[in-house]
């Protein structure tokens, strides 16, 4: 199994309050990202980063912020969470470049009340 | 409209029955990944296809990429209560990555 965490696992916070979702790997992968699973849209990439200080936008970044400083960690901040942002929250990591095969973490359920 | 739509959404058949999953879409893809997740859990990659007519086979499952590249199918047969679970597609049209919105398997005992 690929070496990736995230954490925290399960959250629940109010509308309007600031959540970081912290992903961590021990691949020294250089691609990683961040995608929202909800019923009937499969995952969407929300951001996604190809290198230590290097991101670009997903699908639906709108809401999100990224920031990679080292390596093995990518950070997801939502500035201030909305009902709508409550799903699962996916991390993957990938060696080959955007089309290469992804390995996933185990998952972050973040529910705003 | 998602860049990659996937029929059916639901499926629940008997064990033993055989089964085809579609992943459509009207871009062109160097290649299609299979994905299947397990509840509570991240996805895991099946398989790539790479070449336009390419059918690839997994023990009980066969995967093929569209002549044109723009869609692929999964096939199942004798499906089993363990392959259970959320088959996914997935591919890069230009520097993006895109996941289908999913077939939900569950295979009866």
């Known amino acids: 199994d690929a070496g990736i965490t995230q954490s925290p696992r399960h959250k629940v916070t109010e509308t309007g309050t600031p959540v970081t979702l912290r992903c961590h790997q021990t691949?020294?992968?250089?691609?990683m990202y961040w995608y929202r699973q909800d019923p009937g849209h499969g995952l969407r990439l929300i951001h996604y980063s190809y290198g230590v200080k290097d991101t670009d936008k997903g699908e639906v970044s709108d809401g999100y912020s990224v920031s990679r400083s080292k390596t093995e960690d990518f950070l997801l901040t939502l500035e201030s969470a909305t009902s709508s942002q409550t799903s699962v929250y996916f991390c993957?990591?990938?060696?080959?470049?955007?089309?290469?095969?992804?390995?996933f973490g185990p998952g972050t359920r973040l529910t705003v009340l | 409209t998602q860049l990659l739509e996937q029929s059916p959404q639901f499926l629940s058949i008997q064990e033993g029955e055989n089964l085809t999953v579609y992943c459509n879409s009207s871009s062109v893809f160097s290649s299609l990944q299979w994905y299947r997740q397990e509840p509570g859990e991240g996805p895991v990659l099946l398989v790539t296809?790479?070449?336009?007519?390419e059918v690839k086979k997994l023990k009980r499952l066969t995967f093929q990429f569209g002549d044109a590249r723009k869609d692929s199918s999964l096939h199942i047969t004798a499906a089993q209560p363990g392959d259970t679970g959320l088959y996914l597609c997935a591919g890069a049209p230009g520097n993006q990555f895109y996941f289908g919105t999913g077939t939900s398997l569950t295979v009866i005992p």
């Open positions: 296809v790479v070449t336009g007519g």
């Open positions: 993957a990591i990938s060696e080959g470049g955007v089309g290469g095969t992804q390995y």
């Open positions: 691949e020294n992968h250089r691609y």
